[in-house]
Nanobody
Framework: QVQLVESGGGLVQTGGSLSLSCAAS?????MAWFRQAPGKERDFVAA????????YYEKSVKGRFTISRDNAKNTVYLQMNSLKPEDTALYYC??????????????????WGRGTQVTVSS
């Protein structure tokens, strides 16, 4: 069992930046960020895998968001730049401890944090 705790959300103006952190209670293979806006489904944002150090991004955040990991601290980060109002959502950290298929598929992550709110004002 891996417990995840997110931090770092908040309110920012359009074009601003925020950094999210997610601390895991144990080692994880893939760690990812998903987000859910009111009335919408939970969508993939970014992921990082341990074995090859690869990172993956949803198309709309590529070039603006950067996912990184500190494996010694079992922590994943999401640096979000050039934020837009459409980035407003509850951001969730997710993790698994074995390769499980597509990194962008939420069903492949058994462990979830409680979420941190990101609000971008126009």
């Amino acid at each position: 069992q891996v417990q995840l705790v997110e931090s770092g959300g908040g309110l920012v103006q359009t074009g601003g930046s925020l950094s999210l952190s997610c601390a895991a209670s144990g080692r994880a293979y893939s760690m990812a960020w998903f987000r859910q806006a009111p009335g919408k489904e939970r969508d993939f944002v970014a992921a990082s895998t341990t074995s090859d150090g690869r990172t993956y991004y949803e198309k709309s955040v590529k070039g603006r968001f950067t996912i990184s990991r500190d494996n010694a601290k079992n922590t994943v980060y999401l640096q979000m730049n050039s934020l837009k109002p459409e980035d407003t959502a509850l951001y969730y950290c997710a993790a698994n401890n074995a390769p499980h298929g597509a990194v962008g598929d939420s069903s492949n992550y058994p462990y979830w944090g409680r979420g941190t709110q990101v609000t971008v004002s126009s």
